[in-house]
C-alpha cells in the first residue's frame, strides 16, 4: 500500500519562505515521478511542480516558476518543494503525488498522470 505523507505547511507572511516535505512509502520511490498540486477553497486542484524518477527533468506551474523548487532524495524515500517569495495567493491545501507509470521521463501535469496522492498540507500566506 503506497502512503504519502506531506508536513512542512503553516502560516507565513508574504513574502516568506516554507519548505514542505512528503514521505513516501510502499513502492520503489526511485521509480517514479513526483508531482506537487495545491487546491484553494473553492478551486480546483491545479498543478505547481514535478519532478521525474532520476530528477534529471522538472516542470513548474507559471505562476510559481522562479520562487518555487522540487527536488527528491531517493535515498530517504521523500520529494521537497522549497517556496520562496510566497504570495497570498499561493494559500492553499497541498498535496504530493506519485505518478502511475514507472520510469517515465515525461512529466504529467494533469491529476489523471498521478495514481497515489497524499492527504494534504495548509500553506496559509497572509498579506
Known amino acids: 500500500q503506497v502512503q504519502l505523507v506531506e508536513s512542512g505547511g503553516g502560516l507565513v507572511q508574504a513574502g516568506g519562505s516554507l519548505r514542505l516535505s512528503c514521505a513516501a512509502s510502499?513502492?520503489?520511490?526511485?521509480?517514479?515521478?513526483m508531482g506537487w498540486f495545491r487546491q484553494a477553497p473553492g478551486k480546483e486542484r491545479v498543478f505547481v511542480a514535478a519532478?521525474?524518477?532520476?530528477?534529471?527533468?522538472?516542470n513548474y506551474a507559471d505562476s510559481v516558476k522562479g520562487r518555487f523548487t522540487i527536488s527528491r532524495d531517493n535515498a530517504k524515500n521523500t520529494v521537497y518543494l522549497q517556496m520562496n517569495s510566497l504570495k497570498p495567493e499561493d494559500t492553499a491545501v497541498y498535496y504530493c503525488a506519485q505518478s502511475n507509470i514507472a520510469r517515465l521521463n515525461s512529466l504529467r501535469t494533469t491529476i489523471e498522470g498521478y495514481a497515489y496522492w497524499g492527504q494534504g498540507t495548509q500553506v496559509t500566506v497572509s498579506s
Open positions: 519532478i521525474s524518477w532520476i530528477g534529471a527533468n522538472i
Open positions: 510502499g513502492r520503489t520511490f526511485s521509480n517514479y515521478a
